[in-house]
């Protein structure tokens, strides 16, 4: 069903790229410039199994993808340079923003020495638990308890899951399963299902994350540097629209906080973790801009332009899937998002609506 999704939407992108529509509609619907999203860099695994390929892309479609921007003549500029091109109603020149979110330690030993040879900035993300070794990425530490195992038994809250893992496909439906149930119970039963069965299982996650994640070594070399950011991305990389209100605050905070004394540098921008409408919405928004931050960053698709709200940015996400330049060109056209839109909101409308028969005749 995934495999089916992505070859739709591939298609999608290509009708509109071959058809020349991408380019022909650009000019309404690319708004003044793109936050692009990465996660990890690094040469391909030959892996069969990888569910979490749609968020990695290999260090040479990034070179690639900074060097065909150039060649279309749009800046690539750090985060605060964007701001202050928002503020104008109509930028001179367009522009793109990279960014990685979680901290991944690929994102300075691959994606580091491609953009600092470019000499083009970009924004790094920091989940503070990461680096200091508190928490684990969930997502892939299941995807490391799968991945070994025939057979997987988690509680996840109250129920219990016992799941054949033997084969390609059991493996991809108990993961995508594990997964959707993980994100449906409280942000703690989630941890406490990850660590128990992580206990059970002898994955050490302490030394999955030292080996996956930045440590601070590495967050102060690349804060250091003019071309990077390093911006805040909470503690626990939790979904701080389920937490109640002082404890997100203090995820906010205390990510910024922890950067600042373990850099010098005080973050002023944010990124919600998953950043979906479930994850981050109006609450969060406030409190991103409560707390000072200057921008702040979701992952619902779209372009930025002079309307788009500093807390609530939209971003492109640059998917493992589609590792092919024309992809990313059409996605920056703001066509295939500004399409998406309509039919949505054409989707919405009541039902005599979509029928123009139907409301005629009433
Ligand atoms: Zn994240």
């Known amino acids: 069903m995934q495999s089916l999704k992505i070859a739709a939407y591939r298609a999608g992108l290509n009708a509109l790229y071959w058809s020349g529509a991408s380019r022909l509609f650009a000019p309404m619907a690319r708004g003044s410039g793109a936050i692009l999203m990465f996660h990890q860099v690094r040469p391909a695994l030959r892996s069969a199994f990888q569910p979490n390929a749609h968020l990695e892309v290999t260090p040479d479609f990034l070179g690639k993808v900074v060097r065909e921007i150039q060649a279309a003549g749009i800046d690539i500029v750090d985060l605060d340079e964007a701001t202050r091109r928002l503020a104008e109603p109509r930028p001179a020149r367009r522009f793109v923003v990279l960014t990685f979110d979680d901290g991944y330690r690929n994102n300075y030993t691959e994606a580091y020495p491609v953009l600092k040879a470019l000499g083009v900035p970009f924004t790094i993300y920091v989940a503070t638990g990461f680096v200091d070794r508190t928490d684990v990425p969930w997502w892939d530490a299941i995807v490391a308890l799968i991945a070994e195992t025939p057979r997987f038994r988690i509680r996840i809250g109250s129920r219990e899951f016992d799941l054949p893992t033997e084969t390609l496909r059991e493996k991809r439906d108990a993961c995508r399963l594990v997964a959707s149930e993980l994100c449906q119970v409280g942000e703690d039963e989630q941890r406490q299902a990850i660590d128990r069965a992580a206990r059970e299982?002898?994955?050490?996650?302490?030394?999955?994350?030292?080996?996956?994640?930045?440590?601070?070594?590495?967050?102060?070399?690349?804060?250091?540097?003019?071309?990077?950011?390093i911006g805040a991305h909470t503690v626990g990389h939790y979904a701080?629209?389920?937490?109640?209100?002082?404890r997100a605050r203090r995820e906010m905070a205390e990510s910024r906080d922890r950067i600042e004394a373990m850099t010098g540098m005080r973050p002023r921008h944010f990124a919600y973790p998953y950043g979906s409408p479930s994850t981050a919405a109006e609450r969060e928004?406030?409190?991103?801009?409560?707390l000072g931050f200057t921008t702040a960053v979701t992952t619902r698709r779209g372009v930025v332009d002079a309307d788009?709200?500093?807390?609530?940015?939209?971003?492109?996400?640059?998917?493992?899937?589609?590792?092919?330049?024309?992809?990313?060109?059409?996605?920056?056209?703001?066509v295939p998002l500004s399409l998406e839109r309509r039919l949505r909101s054409w989707l919405r409308r009541p039902p005599s609506a979509l029928v123009p028969e139907a409301s005629a005749s009433t």
């Open 240 to 246: 701080i629209a389920k937490l109640d209100s002082a």
């Open 285 to 290: 928004f406030y409190l991103a801009a409560d």
């Open 201 to 229: 299982y002898g994955l050490d996650t302490r030394l999955m994350v030292d080996r996956e994640m930045l440590d601070w070594d590495e967050v102060r070399t690349l804060a250091s540097d003019p071309l990077v950011t």
């Open 308 to 334: 788009s709200r500093l807390t609530a940015l939209p971003r492109i996400s640059i998917n493992g899937h589609f590792q092919s330049w024309r992809y990313v060109d059409t996605l920056l056209s703001g």
